[in-house]
């Protein structure tokens, strides 16, 4: 059964930082792809930022780039998202997700995901 289980989130000022980790289990992930999803109240949940486990090609809606990285640790099957200059409007429930490799949907689109985590609330204060 995989799992995902986010943590890292908080509450934070704006201009601040946090980074979120994903610990992915029961699965054999190393060619899967990961994705950060966030949901704010009465919003659709957004892609936030993507990345490949082989070759760690990276995505990124326009909003992060440049503020937002996603990386991986193979060796802990971890992913990560650090977020630095945090607005107010970044705040959301942040979530994780993993798809088989073979998907054909783009990396951004939500349904291309198998697999979700439970959430991680992030606040950003103004």
């Known amino acids: 059964q995989v799992q995902l289980v986010e943590s890292g989130g908080g509450s934070v000022q704006a201009g601040g930082s946090l980074r979120l980790s994903c610990a992915a289990s029961g699965g054999t992930f190393s060619s899967y792809v990961m994705g950060w999803f966030r949901q704010a109240p009465g919003n659709e949940r957004e892609f936030v930022a993507a990345i490949r486990w082989i070759g760690g090609r990276t995505y990124y809606a326009d909003s992060v780039k440049g503020r937002f990285t996603i990386s991986r640790d193979s060796a802990k099957s971890t992913v990560y998202l650090q977020m630095n200059s945090l607005k107010p409007e970044d705040a959301a429930v942040f979530y994780c997700?993993?798809?088989?490799?073979?998907?054909?949907?783009?990396?951004?689109?939500?349904?291309?995901?198998?697999?979700w985590g439970q959430g991680t609330q992030v606040t950003v204060s103004s």
């Open positions: 997700a993993a798809s088989k490799p073979w998907a054909v949907l783009p990396e951004s689109l939500a349904s291309r995901y198998d697999y």
